[in-house]
């Protein structure tokens, strides 16, 4: 009895007719919305929409079908703007993420490289390595003759080059040796494409270490090649190896250092790899 005089109460002051319009308006904006986005309501608003509209005469339902169409097309902007600008920092940081690791691959090649060139030049104990040409060079000279080369003005430079290969060396392994094994008995660590003219072998003899240009008849020595390499080598030295951490984790985590003690960390380990 009591809620029978309340509705007459707020029907007579036109306050339910309103508050009726504004939760039909409502529904019908949030299923719009909704489909919109592939989310199906109709099993709930179909039946309430329609038994609204039975109520209503086609001027009220006009008005609040232009409400609805208005707002309804607001809010699908705006979500799918929303959208948009997630998606877009998504793509973004997508990318920067393949950015950082194909950065951090490089640089972690780049320092296995390193680290293998230092052993090769500095070394106590015989190693040789393959070098290939540079893929990102301007030289033009890759798989030429050594004189085919020098007849063209070409100068067989360390900055062509880059380590593809790096192995312990004993007196019984000859060039011969080095070619017919990386042509024919390829090791599965090595990436390179088969040994051929115009690649550089460098040898540690322990007592001298010389560098040879595979020429399409023999090998050519080459005088300058091992000073040049050992220069780009001193050159990119402070760049490719972070400073050595003395420290314990304990000790860095106090410090608030643990990256430094990690790369540290990594660097041994890497050092002792090469060595292995």
């Known amino acids: 009895m009591e809620n029978n005089l309340k509705d007459q109460h707020y029907k007579n002051m036109g306050i ?18 909704c489909n919109h986005f592939g989310l199906d309501t109709s099993e709930y608003s179909f039946t309430y929409i329609a038994s609204w509209c039975e109520s209503r005469d086609m001027k009220a339902l006009k008005a609040s079908m232009d409400t609805i169409r208005k707002t309804s097309a607001e809010i699908i902007g705006n979500i799918e703007e929303q959208m948009h600008e997630l998606e877009r920092e998504n793509t973004m940081q997508y990318e920067e993420k393949e950015a950082s690791a194909t950065r ?8 296995a490289e390193m680290i293998d060139e230092t052993l090769l030049f500095h070394g106590e104990s015989g190693r040789f390595a393959i070098y290939q040409m540079d893929t990102g060079g301007e030289h033009t000279y890759q798989f030429m003759g050594f004189e085919s080369a020098k007849k063209l003005g ?45 690649d550089v072998i460098v040898i540690n003899r322990t007592a001298e270490t010389k560098a040879y240009y595979v020429d399409s008849f023999g090998f050519e020595e080459l005088p300058d090649f091992v000073q040049q390499r050992m220069e780009m080598l001193e050159n990119n030295h402070t760049r490719a190896y972070p ?3 003395k420290g314990t984790l304990a000790q860095a985590m106090e410090e608030r ?9 990594k660097l041994n380990i890497d050092c002792k790899k090469a060595i292995e």
């Not at 951090?104 to 320092?111: F, G, N, P, T």
């Open 243 to 245: 400073p050595v951490y």
């Open 104 to 111: 951090q691959e490089k640089l972690e090649q780049d320092s």
């Open 16 to 33: 339910k007719p309103q508050m009726e319009t504004l939760t039909f308006e409502a529904e019908s904006i949030a299923y719009i919305v």
């Open 154 to 198: 070409y100068t067989i430079e360390g900055k062509d080059y880059r380590m593809v290969y790096a192995a312990p060396w004993t007196p019984t392994i000859t060039l011969e040796d080095i070619f017919e094994r990386f042509n024919i008995n390829r090791p599965n660590d090595f990436h390179g494409h088969s040994l051929s003219v115009s």
């Open 257 to 265: 250092d643990v990256d430094a003690y990690l790369d540290s960390r």
